[in-house]
């Protein structure tokens, strides 16, 4: 083999490596790292809607307190098959 034959061959071995590299590189981290980043979002979303819907009800509550008071008696019990009001 002489010398251009050689570099031709360490050239092709080498482009080679690297291309096996890369795709094993893409499979042992890139693509769980994504997959956990893709994972992590969701959740964080999932988070923020929660949030707001929280503090929606938060500011809900005191309105619901007054329709509370407003609904009914404070001495109104309710018992199934009762018919006497009062």
Known sequence: MNSRERILAIGVLSVFVLVGGFFLVQAMFLGPLQKKSE?????QDQIDKKT??????QTELPSL????ALSFPATWTHRAGNTNVG
């Open 39 to 43: 994972s992590i979002a969701m959740l």
């Open 52 to 57: 707001a819907r929280v503090q929606e009800i």
């Open 65 to 68: 307190d007054r329709w509370r």
